[in-house]
């Protein structure tokens, strides 16, 4: 699963709303009741601030739209430089947890649960 309509490098606005959509029909049904998750992080070493936002969605909606007052409170995306260019420090992903598999007890944990998750994304930066 991937997005279609944003891209590496991309600036989103922190003052708007953001509607992202995603491939139709690459959310699996079967998988966390058919829930994809959209998140984002953002860190600025000026500040020094990083902050992060997750949001899940029915995936056969094909979008989702992430409010302003959420975007509002992400950190306005430093950079860094990797090989001599700058490369923005935010970042949002898409993807799919798989359904949780609860753990046997076993020396002294009391209840375990294991999930994985596979997430597609690009480098961009919250303006």
């Given at each position: ?13 922190r ?36 902050t ?6 029915p ?15 992400m ?30 007890p ?15 994304g690009?480098?961009?930066?919250f303006?």
């Amino acid at each position: 699963m991937q997005f279609a309509n944003l891209k590496a490098g991309q600036a989103i606005p922190r003052n708007a709303d953001l509607t992202v959509t995603w491939t139709p029909g690459t959310a699996d049904p079967t998988l966390n009741n058919g829930q994809v998750t959209i998140g984002g992080f953002s860190d600025n070493p000026a500040g020094p601030q990083y902050t992060f936002f997750e949001c899940t969605a029915p995936g056969a909606a094909n979008q989702f739209t992430i409010p302003a007052w959420v975007l509002a409170t992400m950190a306005p995306t430093g950079s860094t430089t990797v090989s001599g260019n700058p490369f923005p420090l935010g970042f949002m992903y898409i993807g799919q947890y798989t359904n949780p598999v609860q753990l046997p007890p076993t020396r002294g944990l009391d209840l375990g649960i294991l999930t994985t998750v596979l997430f597609n994304g690009y480098g961009l930066s919250f303006e």
